[in-house]
């Protein structure tokens, strides 16, 4: 009874799983798909030939490999610059002690709850008056600064024990040198989870740079394949070529990090 | 010696701090504190501003697009988080009682759709519902029936969009509810098996009231990132069929696109901001007062 239970189980969980990740399987398969055969009739599951002439295509178009590679610069630029930015923040607050800290505290830590819907348009006048529009800037800078990542790595930082910093203290390090030194060696597991976050972040963003980006040369790859979607409505295989080839480095990217990622939903602490 | 030591921390400590406080400055609160003031006025790029009071607010409040457009997120909302949190929790208990070896190969496979955008997710979707051929209609026609046009159909289009959102977000969802129930000891559990506890009853009376702030988190964020979603409304439907998706993002996004006189825009997302923001806080205190009657 209770094997068959289980049984039972496991087939119920392999399917849900199954189903899962069908659709990106469906999305791959149809990139190999001839013209004819993608939609249509008679209803084709697996192409009865493989047409490598999609990915082919596009792994020979400028403007889809450009897009690709500047969204791909952009995305480790921005995610080296949130690991920095924010982990400095976050040291200064869990181990410094200096004036008006808690101003200081309660300033970042109140632009958490300010939607970025309700500051979108008003963003736009600010980067606009700046001479941002249609620089990689403009994609980068302002999402740099977050309350949400500074929280969790100052969270990750008090729970450090201080004895680790004390040798260091009477060896006359300076705070920068223990941060520089101690914290970030340590902060791995918090920086693979925020860097990840914030990569995929960069690399998903569809509303920021289809307000901000007009200039093809530096479209970003979900605007490329928005735009692409509605100007070749019909192109079905080499509109799934495309977005397959655009989810690969998130999926490598997850393969990867798969440990630190399943962990992660502890270490960030929703308890 | 001392002093010197401690000014020279302070110096690090607003140095370090320089670079977060100066951005948001810049990135956040001036835009934030602008839009309070451009809601006032009569604003455009090419124009002076013109001072009108809360026209701009009433103005918002007047129009019928805007109360269809926050419907709107609220159904999309209450379509997508209700299934996606029960299918969750279910499947959550489903794969504490599976073998470590098919577990892991089950949760990683839920877990990816969550690194995949919305962008992708609406193009796959698309691509199933196809009412030529896609592999939805395919299956209707199995059963004899008439292709459906999920999309441009007033009476589907929502609820096809949503199934998308409820994919993207179901595995992820499962996962941090596991971890919440991976940290309850078995002990509870057996302790309730003795005294001739089920399946259900262990459900509701151990798992439901030691999760509660795991569940508050998960229904409160996933209910504010519901009704702002916009990848899914912009790629799939542009907000059609007769505005049937216009999600309050999209809204607000089209207005942007279409209306030169900026006021109108900015003062509708700060309601919206606004709206949401009571919604989340009563959504927080409903649940949060119903666990304590318990």
Do not use: C
Not at chain 2, 127 to 137: E, R, S
Not at chain 2, 138 to 148: C, K, M, N, T
């Amino acid at each position: 009874m209770k094997k068959i239970k289980k049984t039972i189980l496991t087939i119920a969980g392999l399917l849900v799983a199954l189903i899962s990740i069908f659709p990106l399987f469906w999305m791959a398969l149809a990139g190999f798909k001839p013209k004819t055969e993608v939609l249509g009739y008679p209803f084709k599951f697996f192409p009865t030939v493989w047409d490598f002439s999609n990915y082919n295509e596009l792994l020979h178009s400028t403007e889809f490999i450009r897009s690709m590679g500047v969204t791909f610069v952009g995305a480790i630029i921005f995610t080296i610059l949130v690991i920095f930015v924010n982990s400095m923040a976050a040291y200064s607050f869990a181990r410094l002690n200096f004036p008006y800290k808690n101003v200081l505290f309660i300033y970042v830590i109140m632009t958490m709850f300010i939607p970025s819907m309700a500051i979108l348009i008003p963003s736009y006048i600010v980067v606009a008056k700046l001479k941002m529009l249609n620089t990689l800037t403009v994609l980068i800078l302002p999402g740099v600064a977050s309350a949400v990542n500074m929280f969790l790595m100052r969270q990750f930082y008090l729970g450090i024990p201080k004895e680790l910093e004390e040798a260091a203290v009477i060896d006359g390090a300076t705070k920068f040198g223990i941060y520089r030194h101690i914290f970030l060696p340590l902060s791995v597991p918090v920086f693979v989870l925020v860097g990840i976050g914030s990569f995929l972040g960069f690399w998903n963003s569809l509303i920021w740079p289809i307000m901000t980006i007009s200039d093809e040369r530096l479209y970003q790859i979900m605007q490329t394949l928005a735009y692409f979607r509605s100007a070749q409505a019909t192109e079905w295989a080499m509109i799934m070529a495309g977005s397959t080839m655009a989810a690969i480095p998130t999926i490598i990217l997850f393969a990867v990090f798969q440990k630190y990622l399943i962990e992660g939903i502890k270490l960030s602490g929703i308890k | 010696m001392n002093n010197t030591l401690k000014k020279n921390d302070m110096k690090t400590a607003y140095i370090m701090l320089l670079p977060i406080v100066g951005l948001l400055t810049v990135f956040v609160v001036i835009p934030l504190l602008y839009a309070i003031f451009v809601s006032f006025y009569q604003w455009s790029f090419y124009q002076d501003s013109i001072f009108v009071g809360f026209s701009n607010y009433l103005l918002v409040l007047k129009d019928q697009a805007f109360y269809k457009a926050m419907w709107t997120g609220i159904k999309f909302a209450l379509i997508v988080i209700p299934i996606q949190f029960v299918a969750a929790f279910l499947f959550a208990h489903l794969i504490k009682n599976l073998t470590a070896k098919v577990g892991g190969f089950v949760k990683t496979s839920i877990y990816i759709p969550h690194v995949i955008s919305g962008v992708v997710a609406s193009i796959v979707f698309m691509f199933i519902y196809n009412y030529n051929g896609g592999l939805a209609n395919y299956i209707v026609s199995l059963f004899g029936s008439e292709p459906i046009p999920f999309l441009a159909d007033v009476k589907y289009a929502l609820g096809s969009i949503s199934l998308p959102a409820i994919w993207l977000g179901f595995g992820f969802t499962t996962l941090i509810i596991l971890a919440g129930i991976n940290d309850i000891p078995d002990s509870y559990y057996e302790a309730a098996e003795i005294d001739g506890a089920n399946t259900f009853h262990k459900m509701i009376f151990i798992t439901l009231p030691l999760l509660k702030n795991v569940f508050l988190y998960v229904i409160v964020v996933g209910l504010t990132g519901a009704i702002q979603q916009f990848d899914l409304a912009y790629v799939m439907t542009n907000g059609g069929p007769l505005n049937s998706t216009m999600t309050p993002n999209l809204f607000i996004y089209t207005h942007f696109k279409n209306d030169p006189y900026m006021g109108y825009t900015i003062s509708a997302a700060l309601l919206l901001f606004v709206i949401i923001g009571v919604i989340s806080a009563l959504m927080f205190r409903l649940i949060n007062s119903k666990q304590v009657e318990d």
